[in-house]
């Protein structure tokens, strides 16, 4: 839970500081350790540069930077009650010392002192201008609260730390941990105290489908019918599930019982979107354009910002209404530009309404996407529909 330090702002500024404390008149031999000490930090050789520091605290007991140097050191080598003697000595000399107040917060987070460590955390996360040391005191954070079982409090740091650092992968990493733990214990207290409920039964059909027991899942989800024929959302789980295992299997007879779910949720939400575009893509493969049509529009009337339903509409218009197809490609692209099948689609659009160059821009974009996203997986905005795709023989 510690990335470098030797190289970060403070631990410069620290050396400069103690260097700056002796400048005049210093001797030879201080400034010969200081510049060794500074060597051996911006080197990663910590034992090297904590017997330098300690010679130099020897010749210099009264310079806070030195102490301060010192604590960093034994901070990066785990010594974190050598750390914390000398963090509290460099404040007692100089008790506005940048930095120091945060570090020792975090030094007293890793001995499990949480209660102590809470205020420096709390203002250095929140008052620091250093973006590295304000992430350090986040993460302490967020254990300190959890260690002290303060899970709200825990939450709440986690969702300040994915805003300031949304592609961290350590902050991504603790945040799975708490959020992953939190649904883990909601889970397990609602099995206990009322499984055969209509949440229980939910809970379970959703536990199944995300860990592949697809007929598990599917009886689950019938079960909940059977206490509630109406309750909103359960065909059309039903039907992502035969969708997913219809495809897998190549069996027709799945993919059309999905079909027969998504318009029994319609039946009783017609203003659900997901049920309409599900639908829709079904009757497009199967080559009913028509009616493929007529789902996406109502998938766009009831969801207006369904970026697939957009692309998917304008897929059936493409040859009888470019322009059409034209504007929803354009509308897709505003909801989402890192659509490469949007853009994509956009060009054949251009293409048909003869704008050339237009095309070559779409084509352009299409292609930057493409090579982007070779190595990695686009996040959709909707991850629980089937998402758009491109025939891979139309592609160049």
Request: aromatic share 8%; hydrophobic share 40%; with cysteine.
């Given at each position: 839970?510690?990335r470098s330090f030797a190289?970060?702002a403070?631990?410069i500024a620290?050396c400069v500081?103690?260097?700056?404390a002796?400048a ?6 201080r ?5 060794q000490?500074r060597a ?8 090297d540069a904590e ?14 930077e030195?102490h301060?140097?010192l ?5 990066k080598?785990g010594?974190?009650e050598?750390s ?5 000595r460099?404040?007692e ?6 930095r120091?107040?945060?570090l020792?917060?975090?030094v007293l987070s890793?001995q499990g002192?949480?209660q102590q460590a809470?205020?420096g955390?709390e ?15 986040g993460?302490r954070?967020?254990?300190a609260?959890t ?6 409090k825990?939450?709440?740091i ?5 805003l300031?650092y949304p592609d961290?992968p350590?902050a ?7 959020f992953?733990?939190?649904a883990?214990?909601?889970a397990q ?6 499984p ?7 809970a379970a059909?959703?536990?199944h ?5 697809l ?5 689950e989800?019938?079960e909940?019918?059977k206490?509630?024929?109406?309750r909103?959302?359960v065909?059309f789980?039903i ?22 779910e998504?318009q029994?949720?319609?039946d ?6 997901n049920?309409?575009?599900e639908l829709?893509?079904i009757?497009?493969?199967?080559g009913h354009?028509?009616?493929?049509r007529?789902y ?7 969801y207006?910002a369904?970026?697939?339903a957009?692309?998917g509409l304008?897929?059936?218009?493409l ?5 059409s197809?034209r504007?929803?490609l354009?509308k ?6 890192q659509d490469?099948v949007?853009?994509y689609r956009l ?7 003869g704008?050339?160059d237009e095309q070559r ?5 299409f ?5 982007e996203?070779?190595?990695s997986?686009?996040a ?8 758009q795709?491109?025939?891979p023989?139309?592609?160049?």
């Amino acid at each position: 839970m510690f990335r470098s330090f030797a190289k970060t702002a403070l631990i410069i500024a620290l050396c400069v500081g103690a260097q700056a404390a002796w400048a005049q008149g210093s001797e030879d031999q201080r400034q010969q350790l200081s510049e060794q000490g500074r060597a051996a930090l911006e080197a990663g050789r910590y034992a090297d540069a904590e017997q330098v520091y300690a010679q130099l605290g020897k010749l210099e007991p009264s310079i806070a930077e030195i102490h301060a140097t010192l604590g960093v050191i034994y901070f990066k080598e785990g010594k974190f009650e050598q750390s914390a003697t000398e963090l509290h000595r460099a404040l007692e000399l100089k008790p506005g010392l940048p930095r120091v107040e945060s570090l020792l917060a975090m030094v007293l987070s890793e001995q499990g002192h949480f209660q102590q460590a809470l205020p420096g955390l709390e203002k250095g996360f929140h008052q620091s201008a250093d973006p590295e040391l304000k992430r350090m005191c986040g993460l302490r954070l967020e254990r300190a609260y959890t260690s002290m079982h303060n899970d709200a409090k825990a939450i709440e740091i986690v969702l300040e730390l994915q805003l300031a650092y949304p592609d961290d992968p350590e902050a991504l990493y603790y945040s799975s941990k708490i959020f992953g733990n939190q649904a883990f214990l909601s889970a397990q207290k609602l099995f206990q105290t009322a499984p055969n409920s209509t949440w229980g039964m939910m809970a379970a059909a959703e536990a199944h489908e995300s860990q592949g027991n697809l007929d598990q899942a599917i009886a689950e989800y019938r079960e909940v019918l059977k206490l509630d024929p109406a309750r909103p959302n359960v065909h059309f789980r039903i039907g992502r599930v035969l969708l997913t295992r219809g495809t897998s299997k190549g069996d027709a007879k799945d993919l059309e019982a999905a079909a027969t779910e998504f318009q029994q949720e319609l039946d009783l939400n017609p203003s659900s979107a997901n049920a309409a575009y599900e639908l829709a893509e079904i009757y497009r493969k199967q080559g009913h354009e028509e009616l493929a049509r007529k789902y996406f529009q109502e998938a766009v009337d009831s969801y207006p910002a369904f970026e697939e339903a957009h692309v998917g509409l304008a897929l059936t218009l493409l040859e009888t209404d470019p322009a059409s197809a034209r504007t929803h490609l354009q509308k897709a692209i505003t909801l989402d530009p890192q659509d490469p099948v949007a853009w994509y689609r956009l060009a054949q659009a251009e293409r048909a309404l003869g704008h050339m160059d237009e095309q070559r821009k779409a084509l352009a974009e299409f292609a930057k996407l493409k090579n982007e996203q070779a190595s990695s997986t686009r996040a959709a905005l909707n991850p629980e529909v089937t998402p758009q795709q491109l025939d891979p023989a139309s592609v160049p």
